[in-house]
């Protein structure tokens, strides 16, 4: 039998990376799905709270500035040529976005208004409340209905494969309604899976974000770059994780220590609760670990802002810290911690999103494209600046789609036998048939997680890194032996956890081996071994491919610089 | 066929339905199935019913669920079909959903900048733009409960957000449309919407002011909005309810039988005591210029 399933263009994926790549390949004339595990609007860009960053030069700011602070912000690993585009093509994504609908907060003109946001000089950041990326999922959702795209909708994607020539051949995924496996032929495939948050306990990010994408693509073949770049956030609750958004900051919010002081004064002089999210997370765990904090916590201060504030432009975090923390922002200031949030690392992509190079500096998938929090250009380097990861959906997304579309215009269909998902259908009866035992996913997650956040976290050495490095192993065994209780074919979450688990452990090596190699502090990757920055030796990127054996094999390329160089990083 | 099971489990003060569900997986049944993502009333996956009613598992506290034997119910939201334990089907939901053309419908050629729009109306909007499509509201509907074809209150919010948008264009097609059968007018009221709706979007109200908006603008009349009409009407004449008056002119005298139908629950209503002492017949109440003055300031100030 034949897959019913051929596209030009299959996007994996259904948040704003993916919903904007479908569209922009849909334009571009490409036969177009989209695929994902859950309903779109359920994504977890719905998260995003506190805006989009863009320089709108009729506001009177320049795209170099915004360009200028993304480069210091990624403490001058990002690629230049990449941040300039995401600077420059910006305004334009933002208008085409109010133009699809959505409701960005006005100033008194009736024009789009903006609030400030960590590691920028200007306020540059658009937003809607504090739901900026539940109102932008939901307006591209509006324009993927209207352009009524096939949505393979609640489908688990297990693999890319590739046919004879080793170009991307399409996708093997299982509809978890039924339980039935399916090859998805198409010349192209956009990875726009998200983050990888859950290999992280606990962090920001919702349950479903687990690095499928990255996994998936790195088994085929693709290299992963900057993996040791996770950020932790600097306002996330005590317990589960949850974020405080930074805009509570931007809008005016302190933060201070057991003894009521404002201690940014003595880490950023200048930019103080606003400097990068590195830096401030940085700061707050010294503040803990030396005795200034209130049960591992410090406090950020929201009471001067006023109750008509809070409401307007920060309701749904005070709704938060109300039902999660039992605490009225009004009244009270509210314990914080860093918390992990965000991998700058991802599938190493061009420009045009494309997981090859055509000028052949490193060696991917033809016809495997990547976009949003899967990918890394890189945008965003050593730290991510707030709001840069909702314009990176949107530009880059964009980008991919235009890119993928013109792409299968220029190939053949592949040719490769439905039989392929063959092997992953075995797997998944083989994992159902396991005999019972003690073991658990949910186990082998947890012990993940707090290994990753313990050892990986905001201080990193050599003796951490090493310990996770050893642990890991140890958990990829069980993963191969652990039995899933739920042997049935409809609707099994316990299945698509257990094959979750599989993408997050791929993960958390490459995360631990990247870390290990990068002898040097920058951005988010601190080392207490290595304290200084090292441009002479460092100034490049890790790329990690997968070897035949399953191990990883590291390779570099050099960052690209077109304006800025590299300078000592003050806030 | 559906069933209950119970399990017994250890709690925390801050936990949530969601947390317990979580720890029943983890730890008693993995087979267990829920939809579940953010942990943070965002996502809108974890919508379930809880203690009899509509609500996000992962904003309920345990704590805060009354019942003398600590004993929780978690159901499947009503309304839809459901797939396996708590998972229901959602496609019935999203195709009422699609029936609105939920998208920006501007006229005119798209500006080189942005769409001015007052900060007000913009604001206005983030109160229906935060519905983030649990299901709870259409779970708990009185009305889809007995009519399923009717829209129900996630669309016609979702249509209010169009109509409210000063960028739309389309909002006269859109009304005439949610005039029809099984539109706006199917609405009862019963305020479940409100009351179960995690993000207080109000459908209910929505509703009702795109009711307004139609009459305001005209849409043809229907039994919904001469209701609404003559409703009023008789108010400011008598005071007071007329329903065999409201009948008669909702309906139209040319629609005699439809009005005779009625007579047998009269005549129920009637043995049972619960019509009007005064008879069907109503005067005006005493005091009736006060009530009219109430209405032509009203008038004055709209
Ligand atoms: C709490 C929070 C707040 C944030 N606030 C901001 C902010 O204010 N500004 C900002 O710029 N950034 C913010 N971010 C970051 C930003 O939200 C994300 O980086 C961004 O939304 C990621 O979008 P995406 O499209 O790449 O992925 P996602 O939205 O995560 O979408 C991933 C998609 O891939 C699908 N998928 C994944 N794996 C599979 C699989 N195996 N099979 C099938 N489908 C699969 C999923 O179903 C989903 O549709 C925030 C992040 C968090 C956690
Ligand atoms: S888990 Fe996302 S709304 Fe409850």
């Known amino acids: ?571 | 066929m559906p069933y209950f099971q119970e399990f017994t489990l250890e709690t925390e003060p801050s936990d949530t339905v969601l947390d317990a569900l979580i720890r029943i997986r983890e730890s008693v049944d993995e087979s267990l199935t829920l939809r579940c993502s953010c942990r943070g009333a965002i996502c809108g996956s974890c919508g379930m019913r809880i203690n009899g009613h509509a609500a996000l598992a992962c904003k309920t506290k345990l704590v805060s669920l009354e019942s003398s034997d600590a004993l929780v119910q978690v159901e499947p939201m009503n309304n839809m079909p459901v797939i396996k334990d708590l998972v229901t089907d959602m496609g019935g939901f999203w195709d009422k959903i699609r029936h609105v053309q939920p998208w920006l419908q501007p006229t005119g050629p798209t500006p080189d900048a942005e769409y001015l729009a007052s900060p007000e109306s913009m604001n206005h909007l983030t109160g229906v733009m935060g519905c983030i499509m649990c299901g709870a509201c259409v779970s708990d509907c009185a009305a889809l409960e007995v009519d399923h074809q009717f829209l129900g209150p996630a669309a016609l919010a979702k249509s209010y957000r169009f109509v409210a948008d000063p960028r739309d264009g389309a909002s006269a097609s859109r009304l005439l449309d949610l005039n029809k059968p099984n539109g706006m007018w199917d609405c009862t009221r019963c305020m479940e919407c409100i009351e179960v709706c995690p993000k207080g979007v109000g459908a209910m109200d929505r509703i009702m002011t795109l009711r307004a908006k139609g009459i305001g603008q005209g849409v043809p009349s229907t039994c919904g909005s001469r209701h609404a009409e003559v409703f009023a009407d008789l108010i400011e004449q008598k005071g007071r309810l007329d329903e065999p008056m409201l009948a008669m002119r909702t309906f139209g005298l040319g629609n005699i039988g439809h009005i005779l139908s009625f007579l047998p629950m009269t005549l129920r209503a009637l043995v049972r005591g619960k019509l009007p002492k005064s008879g069907p017949l109503h005067r005006a109440i005493p005091g009736i210029d006060r009530i009219r003055r109430l209405f032509r300031y009203m008038r004055n100030s709209t």
């Open chain 1, 1 to 571: 039998m034949t897959t019913p399933y051929t596209f030009d263009v299959l996007v994996l994926g259904a948040g704003l990376a993916g919903m904007r790549a479908a569209l922009a390949a849909h334009e571009g004339g490409a036969k177009v799905a989209i695929l994902t595990k859950v309903h779109p609007v359920l994504s977890h860009s719905n998260a995003a709270q506190g805006g989009i960053n863009a320089a709108l030069t009729d506001r009177g700011d320049k795209w170099e500035d915004h360009a200028y602070d993304t480069v210091k912000g990624s403490d001058y690993l990002g690629d230049q040529d990449a941040i300039e585009i995401l600077a420059e093509e910006a305004g334009k994504d933002i208008l085409a976005l109010e133009h699809m609908g959505v409701i960005f907060n006005r100033n008194d003109e009736g024009r789009l208004g903006t609030r400030r946001f960590g590691g920028q000089k200007r306020a540059r950041t658009f937003f809607v409340s504090d739901f900026t990326g539940q109102a932008m999922l939901h307006v591209l959702y509006e324009q993927l209905m209207k352009a009524n795209l096939p949505v393979f909708e609640e489908w688990f994607a297990t693999s890319v494969v590739r046919d004879d020539d080793g170009r991307c051949a399409g996708v093997v995924a299982f509809e978890i309604r039924y339980g039935k496996f399916a090859f998805i032929k198409a010349k192209a495939v956009i990875i726009a899976a998200g983050g990888l948050g859950r290999v992280f306990e606990p962090s920001t990010n919702a349950m479903i974000c687990t690095g499928d994408g990255m996994a998936i693509a790195y088994r085929a073949g693709a290299p992963l770059m900057d993996m040791e770049m996770v950020q932790y956030h600097p306002t996330t609750l005590k317990g589960k994780g949850l974020l405080i958004t930074e805009a509570a900051r931007g809008e005016g919010a302190y933060l201070v220590n057991s003894e009521g002081e404002r201690f940014m004064e003595r880490y950023a002089p200048n930019m103080m609760e606003l400097a990068s999210r590195d830096v401030v997370s940085r700061a707050e765990q010294i503040e803990i670990n030396e005795g200034r904090g209130i049960n591992g916590c410090v406090l950020l201060d929201c009471r001067h802002l006023g109750k008509r504030l809070i409401q307007d432009r920060l309701g749904q975090i005070f709704e938060e810290a109300k039902s999660f923390a039992n605490i009225d922002l009004t009244e009270e200031p509210i314990p914080i911690r860093p918390g992990m949030h965000y991998s700058m690392g991802g599938i190493k992509t061009d420009v045009d999103g494309r997981s090859w190079d055509i000028q052949g500096n490193w060696e991917g998938v033809q016809g495997l494209f990547a976009a949003g929090e899967t990918a890394c250009l890189s945008l965003h380097g050593g730290n991510r600046l707030g709001a840069n990861s909702l314009l990176d959906t949107v530009v880059f997304g964009r980008r991919a789609g235009s890119c993928s579309a013109a792409y299968a215009q220029s190939v053949h269909t592949p040719r490769v036998s439905d039989s392929i998902s063959d092997q992953d259908r075995t797997m998944v009866q083989d994992l159902l048939r396991r005999p019972p035992q003690a073991d658990t996913v949910a186990a082998i997650r947890l012990d993940l997680g707090t290994t990753m956040n313990h050892h990986l976290g905001v201080f990193r050495d050599q003796e951490g890194m090493q310990a996770a490095q050893n642990i890991l192993p140890g958990l990829r065994d069980r993963w191969g032996r652990v039995a899933i209780h739920d042997k049935g074919q409809v609707f099994n979450t316990s299945l698509v956890r257990a094959l979750e688990l599989g993408m997050m452990l791929d993960c958390a090596e490459t995360i631990v081996f990247g870390a290990i190699t990068r002898k040097e502090s920058r951005g988010a990757h601190f080392r207490t071994d290595f304290i200084q920055r090292d441009d002479e030796n460092w100034l490049k990127h890790i790329l990690i491919y997968r070897n035949p054996d399953g191990r990883p094999r590291p390779d570099y390329l050099p960052v690209r610089i077109t304006q800025w160089e590299p300078q000592v990083r003050v806030y």
